[in-house]
């Protein structure tokens, strides 16, 4: 049952431009995450923002959560070669499951 | 640090083998999962698991079982391989609530 949809599919812009990722989802949640994905290589996770949150930094990620249009973006600010990779939003509907979204594939230029 | 180390990279099978994919993680978690992934179709949780011996299905369980005779390790088992099982398999842990932790994965392919 995928319940997250992500939106671009895949974005590719500049170093050192900011970069915004889109997530939507359908049933209500506990908590929403993001996981980044390195080509060939599993997910590491780099936020998780809770049902009664509204917004949650870490470095140089922002994530917003609006739980009335069940959707989240995330927000890579300066960006860098290195932060190349697939992005993912997962939901916690309970049961400790994770539901993930179909990811956007961001592609940094030098 | 936590690991999650999945025992192949890359394995080939033929059709019809019976296939073993094992994971193992050193965190004393008591939630282990495995996810099909495939392009366009994002990650999958094929089956689950909340405590030793105990397994639930997951969205997509048909031509898979699993095993979880220690608390460290859930393994995957394709009870006779077909091509259509050829894709990416990642496996995670999590403690309770907190975020799951993936491993490498194994990327399968079934001629």
């Known amino acids: 049952s995928q319940q997250g949809e992500e939106d671009p599919q895949a974005l590719s812009i500049q170093e050192g431009e900011n970069a915004t990722m889109n997530c939507s989802y359908k049933?209500?949640?506990?908590?929403l995450q993001w996981y980044r994905q390195n080509s060939g290589r599993g997910l590491v996770h780099l936020i998780l923002i809770r049902s009664n949150e509204r917004e949650k930094h870490s470095g140089r990620l922002r994530v917003t959560l609006d739980t009335s249009k069940k959707s989240s973006s995330l927000l890579i600010t300066a960006s860098r070669a290195a932060d190349t990779a697939s992005y993912f939003c997962a939901t916690d509907p309970g049961a400790q499951k994770l539901v993930f979204g179909q990811g956007t594939r961001l592609t940094i230029n030098p | 640090d936590v690991k999650v180390t999945q025992s192949s990279r890359y394995l080939v099978k033929r059709t019809g083998e019976k296939v073993f994919l094992e994971c193992v993680q050193d965190m004393d978690h008591e939630n282990m999962f495995w996810y099909r992934q495939d392009p366009g179709l994002g990650l999958r949780l094929i089956y689950f698991?909340?405590?030793?011996?105990?397994?639930e299905k997951g969205d997509i369980p048909e031509g898979y079982s699993v095993s979880r005779e220690k608390k460290e390790r859930f393994s995957l088992i394709l009870e006779s391989a077909s091509t259509n099982q050829t894709s990416m398999y990642l496996c995670a842990s999590s403690l309770g609530l907190q975020p799951q932790h993936f491993g490498d994965g194994t990327r399968l392919s079934i001629l």
């Open positions: 698991s909340y405590d030793v011996k105990m397994k």
């Open positions: 049933t209500s949640i506990n908590n």
